[in-house]
């Protein structure tokens, strides 16, 4: 079975420029979660989805921020406009309910 | 605030010594932790986790002790072996929460 699937893995971009991350769950389950890890602060937590509805965004940054998840297999992370300390790793994860968290491989940005 | 914290942000150990790494929390209400294991270029993949009634989880080489009252928990693996060689996250959240708050990680290097 595939994991979890994010896309681009890596993105490298100037700053001003929008960026969207793309996120595939694993199929069936219903909360997806974006995350984002910095040297300094780990793993942080951006938003989470529930059955496709955002339950918690209190973890996106600013404004720059969005998040959307259309349906049960699709979710997007897009930064509009991006800038430099938004370099970083950022991950999607799945998971059934409150189980165990499914991680993917993480989309690497970098602003210029 | 981070309310997990690994103070250490690196580790090395030698091949077949014991590694132990370190986790504090702040929130009382945590009830349930756990590590998640991360390779280069990978997501982070959940390693063993511990609840709140216990004070010991063991899975082959891997050992989590909980204390409690000092809010603290620790992973050992005993032997290490250079494959153990990774990112090591501790993580924690109050049972069913969906929200799952993790450190900084830890940066494990087994030298043979």
């Known amino acids: 079975d595939a994991g979890v699937i994010q896309s681009p893995r890596h993105e490298v971009t100037e700053m001003g420029q929008e960026v969207t991350l793309r996120c595939k769950p694993i199929?069936?389950?219903?909360?997806l979660f974006w995350y984002r890890q910095t040297m300094m602060r780990g793993l942080e937590l951006l938003i989470y989805f529930n059955n496709n509805v955002p339950i918690d965004d209190s973890g996106m940054p600013e404004d720059r921020f969005s998040a959307k998840m259309p349906n049960a297999s699709f979710s997007t992370l897009k930064i509009q406009p991006s800038e430099p300390r938004d370099s970083a790793v950022y991950f999607c994860?799945?998971?059934?309910?409150?189980?165990?968290?499914?991680f993917g491989e993480g989309s690497r940005l970098t602003v210029l | 605030d981070q309310q997990v914290k690994q103070n250490s942000p690196s580790l090395s150990v030698q091949e077949g010594r014991i590694s132990i790494l370190n986790c504090d929390y702040t929130n009382s209400m945590f009830d349930y932790f756990l590590w998640y294991k991360k390779y280069p270029a990978e997501g982070p993949t959940f390693l063993i986790s511990i609840s709140s009634i216990k004070d010991k989880n063991e899975d082959g080489r891997f050992t989590v002790f909980l204390n409690k009252s000092a809010k603290h928990l620790s992973l050992h693996i005993v032997p290490s072996q250079p494959g153990d060689s990774a990112v090591y996250f501790c993580a924690a959240n109050a049972l069913n929460d969906y929200k799952l708050s993790f450190g900084a990680g830890t940066t494990v290097t087994v030298r043979a």
């Open positions: 199929s069936g389950h219903n909360s």
């Open positions: 994860a799945s998971s059934h309910n409150t189980g165990e968290l499914f």
